[in-house]
């Protein structure tokens, strides 16, 4: 794909992050991998509606800007280490989808509760640890690069990423709608955890789509350990809505 086609790409889905109000300020970042090797990335401190093909910069693997006028965005180490560990990746994109984010916020992970979300963004959205910004953002979140292909991260929004803009951008997307539908569920009991014993059908039909840790060739974590009982807890526990059902048969007492 040639530059100016990416550049072009890069400015349509950063605009698409805003008018979908998934970033406000400043917030949110996008990368792509050229063929050369370097990397095209929005610059920072500018509104995602603002950003312009001849806006962008371009960056070496050392996260030195090479090209452009503008300053790169703090977190590109994030995106660096992401591109690092997966040469499949062609694209990160990171914004703040409201829904998403708020269970970030919370601490909780999302499990994929629908089967086709399973076949596209695997079994679980793994919480990232809240860490302070720079190096240890890029170490909190570099463990889940292989594994995943979108988690959210404590205090900090969603990363995607994937073999294209589009790709990565859609991905955010999807554990946005998951996010959304978990919490419109909550009061009303929250969505029910996927069957046990659904999962490796779908798992094989995400293999057969060529997504996934397996169909990489790494060998992916069995779905119990994926699942860990010591994760944080995803926002459908049963666990939750019986917490909200108390609190709301109590607050219905008073
Ligand atoms: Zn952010």
């Known amino acids: 794909m040639s530059e100016s086609t990416l550049r072009l790409q890069l400015v349509d889905t950063s605009r698409r992050l805003h008018s979908r109000g998934w970033v406000a300020n400043h917030d949110g970042n996008l990368s792509a991998r050229q063929s050369d090797g370097r990397f095209l990335a929005t610059p920072t401190a500018f509104s995602k ?5 001849e806006s962008l910069v371009v960056v070496d693997e050392s996260g030195a800007v090479v090209g452009g006028r ?4 703090s977190e590109m180490g994030i ?5 690092k560990a997966r040469p499949d990746v062609r694209a990160v994109v990171h914004a703040h989808p409201p829904h ?4 970030g916020a919370c601490g909780r992970s999302l499990e994929t509760f629908l089967p086709e979300a399973v076949v596209s963004l695997g079994p679980l959205v793994p919480l990232v640890p809240l860490s302070a910004p720079g190096p240890a953002a890029v170490a909190a979140i570099a463990p889940f690069a292989i594994e995943y292909d979108a988690v959210l991260v404590a205090g900090n929004g969603v990363f995607a990423w994937g073999d ?3 790709q990565a951008y859609l991905r955010l997307e999807l ?3 998951l996010a959304r539908i978990a919490l419109l569920a909550l009061p009303i009991g929250g969505v029910k955890p996927l069957p046990a014993t659904m999962l490796p059908a779908l798992l094989e039909a995400r293999r057969k789509a060529g997504l996934g840790p397996e169909a990489r060739g ?3 974590a069995p779905v119990a ?5 010591a994760a944080p807890p995803s926002v459908h526990s049963d666990q939750l809505a019986d917490i909200i059902r108390q609190e709301l048969s109590a607050a219905l007492r008073r």
Do not use: C
């Open 49 to 53: 509606a603002d950003v312009s093909a």
């Open 70 to 73: 503008n300053r790169v965005f």
């Open 79 to 83: 995106h660096l280490a992401l591109f």
């Open 100 to 103: 998403a984010t708020a269970l």
């Open 164 to 166: 294209s803009i589009e």
């Open 175 to 177: 554990v946005e709608h």
């Open 218 to 220: 790494v060998k992916a």
């Open 225 to 229: 350990a994926a699942r860990p009982a």
